[in-house]
Nanobody, 118 residues
Framework: QVRLVESGGGLVQAGGSLRLSCVAS????????MGWYRQVPGNQRELVAR???????SLVDSVEGRFTISRDSAKNTVFLQMDRLKPDDTAVYFC????????????WGQGTQVTVSS
């Protein structure tokens, strides 16, 4: 079992920055990929960024060049630095961890609200 706790959301003006953090606890040694997803009410949850155990990252086109994902494996923490925020970035952001042991298991945090005002 893996438990994820996010922090760092809030209200910011367009063009501003926020840094999200996600701390993992439990069976953290079994985590392979961690990532951030976001969801707007009425829409499906969508991938924002992912980072592998080895540090390889991928980001969706809409945030490329504005967001950065990083990982501190020693502290079991993943970060999402969000710069030049836009109103379209407003959503609940969820941390995700994948554990592969035969099958792939996915764990989620409780989510943190990010609101970008115009």
């Amino acid at each position: 079992q893996v438990r994820l706790v996010e922090s760092g959301g809030g209200l910011v003006q367009a063009g501003g920055s926020l840094r999200l953090s996600c701390v993992a606890s439990g069976s953290t040694s079994s985590i392979s990929t961690m990532g951030w997803y976001r969801q707007v009410p009425g829409n499906q949850r969508e991938l924002v960024a992912r980072i592998s155990r080895g540090g390889s990252t991928s980001l969706v086109d809409s945030v490329e060049g504005r967001f950065t994902i990083s990982r501190d494996s020693a502290k079991n923490t993943v970060f999402l630095q969000m710069d030049r925020l836009k109103p379209d970035d407003t959503a609940v952001y969820f941390c995700n961890a994948e554990v592969t042991s035969g099958a792939t298991f996915r764990y989620w945090g409780q989510g943190t609200q990010v609101t970008v005002s115009s």
